[in-house]
């Protein structure tokens, strides 16, 4: 089934409405059964509520056009957004720590379990799907907050799956240790979940470059579209949000008149913004005794 193409806007309006019916169910799971596991699987829940409206804000100030303040666009703040998820997926970890030393100290016989275990399933299986679909739109949209987010609920899903087997496991076995033992195991992924969102976003804040791939393309279009300069050099790159930002120096024959040398500059500046869309290509232009006789040579 085609997938329909939604804006930026839309999804992360979607994700919110998501996030907050999953963390109903799961909630309902937990007040019907008591397990501090299924606790700690809804505690996590409220964190994906607070992430989706701190994606939502993020998404509109990206792309916010530039101003006089901020020249370069808006774009990191998708990365500063991620992080801030990160942070808040580490302090969901620690609360749910918190609960399952208590409830180990005083472990407490699960209520209802089968149907509150089938109520939890519903949710698992809606998260599953939602966070498929957000990682494949945030590739797309190359938003890294859906992109953090949709990371976020898959480990949420696997955590969760555990949960259902280990609550299944305590009712079987009667030992009602295995809860919060269970519920300590999910802190400890969820953990380890925030702090790779943080890992991630925080090189993007870092002016990461461009992937070797989309890096050897772009070189590969100003090599095939430079005809009539002598090299290219001093090729950088970053990457900002769904934003590339390219510059270079572009050496010419020193009696070459300026407005040809601006046509090659325009020549290469629309092929990559075809090929990359929302790309900013800044081009310095230089006489031919600046040639470093390396990187990209025309002739």
């Not at 700690?40 to 792309?63: C, F, K, M, Q």
């Not at 089968?114 to 939890?120: A, K």
């Not at 799907?129 to 976020?152: E, N, P, T, V």
């Amino acid at each position: 089934m085609k997938i329909p193409v939604l804006s930026l806007n839309q999804i992360a309006l979607g994700n919110l409405v998501v996030s907050i019916v999953v963390l109903g169910v799961k909630y309902a799971a937990y007040v019907l059964t008591g397990s501090v596991a299924l606790y700690s699987d809804a505690l996590e829940s409220i964190i994906n509520v607070a992430t989706a409206g701190a994606a939502i804000v993020a998404i509109r100030v990206a792309a916010t056009p530039p101003d006089d303040e901020h020249p370069y666009g808006h774009h990191k703040a998708e990365y500063m957004s991620a992080v801030i998820v990160g942070a808040l997926i580490i302090v969901a970890a620690l609360a749910i720590l918190r609960e399952a030393y208590y409830a180990w100290l005083d472990p407490q016989p699960i209520d209802a379990p089968w149907l509150g275990l089938t109520v939890s399933t519903g949710a698992t299986l809606l998260n599953g799907l939602w966070s498929a679909f957000l990682i494949k739109q945030g590739k797309a949209h190359r938003s890294a907050a859906l992109s953090a987010d949709g990371k976020h609920l898959f480990a949420d899903v696997v955590t969760s799956i555990g949960v259902l087997i280990g609550v299944a496991l305590v009712v079987l076995t009667g030992i009602k240790q295995l809860d919060p033992a269970l519920a300590a195991l999910v802190s400890l992924n969820v953990l380890w979940s925030g702090w790779g969102v943080v890992r991630d976003n925080v090189s993007g804040l870092m002016d990461e470059a461009a992937p070797p791939g989309e890096l050897a393309q772009i070189r590969k279009i100003i090599s095939d579209n430079a005809t009539g300069s002598i090299e290219a050099h001093a090729l950088r790159t970053r990457l900002a949000g769904k934003a590339t930002f390219v510059d270079f120096h572009l050496v010419v024959a020193g009696t070459m008149p300026v407005s040809e040398a601006h046509d090659i500059c325009d020549r290469i500046e629309n092929a990559l913004k075809g090929a990359f869309p929302g790309i900013f290509v800044s081009i310095h232009v230089e006489p031919e005794g600046k040639a470093k006789h390396k990187g990209i040579v025309v002739l």
